[in-house]
Each structure stands twice: as structure tokens, then as C-alpha cells.
């Protein structure tokens, strides 16, 4: 009976010792998805802030273009009023000769 524990015990035991190598296994390869997944993690981040950068700048340069449209239309505006004046005072001119 004892010999019978004996051997029920040994095999217990190299039972317990596969589930702990299966476990340090699991755990190793755990351990190097975790340090992959941080690695990606930190990647994602550095882009994010780089596109949040960029992003930034390229608002900064459509709030320029649309400020130097909105400038050109005025501009332009203008000179579309002084040239309807001229044209009017040609046309004028032209009529008292």
C-alpha cells in the first residue's frame, strides 16, 4: 500500500513538474507578447503626437490661405471698383469730345 502511495505521489509530482515547465513556457512567451505589445503601444503613441503635430501645422497653414484668399478677394474687390470708375470716366471723356 505504501509502495502503491509512493508511486501515485512520484507521479503526481512529475505531473506538477510538466504543468510548471508548461507554465514558465506560458509565461516566457507571455512576457515577450507584453514587451511586443509595449512596443507597438509606444509606436502608436509617437505617430499619434507626430499627426497631431502635423495636423496642427496644416490648420496653421489653411487659416494662413484662407486669411490671404479672403486679403486677394478685398484686394481684388478694389481693383475691380477703380477699374469700373476708370472705364466710366473713359467713357465719360469720351462722350464730351
Known amino acids: 500500500d ?3 502511495q509512493i508511486s501515485d ?3 503526481k509530482l512529475a505531473k506538477s513538474e510538466q504543468e510548471i ?3 514558465e513556457q506560458n509565461v516566457i512567451r507571455l512576457e515577450g507578447q507584453v514587451a511586443r505589445y509595449k512596443t507597438a503601444a509606444e509606436n502608436a503613441e509617437r505617430v499619434e503626437d ?3 503635430a502635423e495636423k496642427r501645422k496644416l490648420q496653421r497653414e489653411l487659416r494662413s490661405a ?3 484668399t479672403e486679403e486677394l478677394e478685398v484686394s481684388n474687390g ?3 471698383k477703380r477699374l ?3 472705364k466710366a470716366n ?3 471723356f469720351l462722350s464730351q469730345q
Open 2 to 4: 505504501a509502495n502503491r
Open 9 to 11: 505521489l512520484k507521479f
Open 21 to 23: 515547465t508548461a507554465l
Open 50 to 52: 507626430e499627426l497631431k
Open 66 to 68: 484662407l486669411d490671404k
Open 78 to 80: 478694389h481693383l475691380v
Open 84 to 86: 469700373e470708375k476708370m
Open 90 to 92: 473713359r467713357s465719360a
